[in-house]
Structure formats: structure tokens, C-alpha cells
């Protein structure tokens, strides 16, 4: 029986390589890369040689190819899985193959190295005990606002990737789930030469934004604070009615809207539904 290995790789920094990175290329009877070009840019920064075979593996193939790694494995093969950065399985090609080889009685292991979600948080400034990765938001404004909404009460800190060209929509949409008061970090170009973190609420970073960026952008949101924890006291009538607003937004009819904002803001029913109708909002 052979063996899954899979192994974490540079986020932008080639010099934050695991050391084992380069005996396990080398050892390896197939590399599987997300990109066979990356990998051999990869290899020339470390200084390293792949010994095996490679075979390109990414979300367009790794249904087909799935069955011949694990294949080749039973039959006593080292499988090595790298992708483009950071660790396989997080928003890259991974899960299937791990899966498929659990199932198939493979042993499977790790070189563990450098993660975007981690180094994002640690950089934020924001409460780390508790957090949960979302991954990238959907690309339709209507799928975002729905999963942002079913995130909007949750405590934890959150890590989201998203691409450049749509961080200022993005952030738009979450300062319209969660308020635009909540904090918030975006961290750009990890580990590489021009990286920045800003740190602010999630306004002031949609008003920068807007101008535009560049580079791999990790967001770091903070979680709901408890009911009645804010500086002011409990949410305003004013502040109850946009939640509401935004989970409507989202699909939710205004009955399930409300009971969900009471709930998260510990308040009656009754309490939210009259602030809705002050503000007079219509139905969405």
C-alpha cells in the first residue's frame, strides 16, 4: 500500500517552504500539481528536483484523475499533492482525492506549511479563539447576501477569501449583513513584498476599497457581539429594522426575518416588528 502526502506550500514567500517540502518532492513516485508550471517555478526557488512522475490535478480534472492516483497508490505509489499556495483541501483541489483515498485504505498524511486563513488571522487584530473559514463568497449578489445573512448572528470570527476585483463588493455586502460598524481586516499580498493589512470597520474599509486592489486579499471579519454588548446598550429600532431588511434581502420572508434578528438580539418578536414598521421599510 502506498500513501497520500500532502503538502502545504508557499503562500507568496518561496523562502517559507516546510524543509520537508524538498525531500518529499524529491522522494515522491507522483507529483499531482493544481499547476505543472508553478511547481516547476516552485522547485527552481527551493532548489529542488521532482523525482517522479507529475500530473496536473486541479478542479477541472480531479474528478477523472481521482481514480487513477488512488489506483496507483493501492499498488504502492507516494502520491505528493501540492497546489498553486498554502495547504490542499482549503478552497483547493484536495477534498475529493482525500476521500477517495481514506476510503480505498490509504494512508494519508501531511507536510504541514504556511497558511493564508492563520496568517490573517494572527494579523488582525481580531479575537482568534473562535473563528470558521467561509471560503469565497458566490459571485451573485443574491447567493452572498443569503450566505452572509446565515452568518450575520454567528459569534466567531470570520476568514473569507476573495478575489481583488470584487473585495469592494463584497465588503458592501457584508456592512449591509452585519453593519457597517463591525470590525474587520483585510490583509493583501501575504508573505510577499507588498503586503498590507488594514484594519477598520467595515465602512471605512469599502470606502478604500472602492479605489481599487490588487493581489490575493484574505478578509478577516469579527464575529456578532453578544446581545446588548455594544457601547450603546441593545440594537436601535433603526438598527433592527436594517438587519431585518438585509436578511429579507437575502430571501427570507419578513416573518422569518424578524423572528431570527429577535432571537440574535435576545428581544420579543413583538419588540422588532414594531421597530420595522417605524422605519416604515417595505417589504422586499
Known sequence: ?????????????????????????????????????????????????VGGRVLSYHEHNEAARTPELVEAMVAGARVLLVTDAGMPSVS??????????????????AVPGPSAVLTALAL?????????????????????????????????????????????????????AFGGARDASVCRELTKTYEEV?????DELQAW????????VTVVVAGAPPPGSGPDGPPTAAELARLVGAREAAGETRKEAIAAVALAAGLPKRSVFDAVVADKRPPA
Do not use: W
Request: charged share 25%; hydrophobic share 45%; aromatic share 4%.
Open 92 to 109: 483547493d483541489p484536495g477534498y475529493r482525492l482525500v476521500r477517495a483515498a481514506i476510503d480505498a485504505g490509504v494512508p494519508v498524511t
Open 1 to 49: 500500500m502506498g500513501q497520500l502526502v500532502l503538502a502545504g506550500t508557499p503562500i507568496g514567500n518561496a523562502a517559507d517552504a516546510p524543509p520537508r517540502l524538498a525531500t518529499e518532492l524529491g522522494t515522491a513516485d507522483l507529483v499531482a500539481a493544481e499547476d505543472t508550471r508553478r511547481l516547476r517555478r516552485l522547485t527552481t526557488a527551493l532548489g529542488a528536483s
Open 209 to 216: 476599497a472602492a479605489a481599487g486592489v490588487r493581489g490575493e
Open 124 to 176: 488582525s487584530g481580531l479575537p482568534v479563539d473562535r473563528f470558521c473559514f467561509e471560503g469565497f463568497l458566490p459571485r451573485k449578489a443574491g447567493e452572498r447576501s443569503a450566505r452572509l445573512a446565515a452568518v450575520a448572528d454567528d459569534p466567531r470570527t470570520m476568514v473569507f477569501f476573495e478575489a481583488p476585483h470584487r473585495l469592494a463588493a463584497s465588503l458592501a455586502a457584508m456592512a449591509q
Open 198 to 202: 488594514r484594519r477598520g470597520t467595515l
